[in-house]
């Protein structure tokens, strides 16, 4: 099993003002997988980030993501795997969390071969 963890920054670099928040974020970032098993591997990517400095006039960034996924081998190369993405929403006040959702916006199911 492997098990990572780390800093992250993100640049307001979008190229229009909907595209993007105007803001500099930093957070944490943390991955695990697990390929133990020749048939079937697993693991997550998950991330935190917060607003620290940019345009006044724009929302703050509080931001998670958790990004599960498998795989399973069919032999001879060809797999099978399957990823989703979960945006979690975070509207964190001085004392308590104010809004708290998990959207899952995207599975995907791909069947591959080398």
Partial sequence: MSFGFGPQITAPTATEDALGTEKWSAGLVNVLFDASSPKFQYGYLASWQHSFAGEDNRSDVNLGTFQPFLFYQLGGGTYVSAVTNALILL????????????????IMLLLSKP
């Fill in 91 to 106: 509207m964190i006040s001085e004392v308590s969390i104010e809004t708290y959702s998990i959207t899952p916006n995207q």
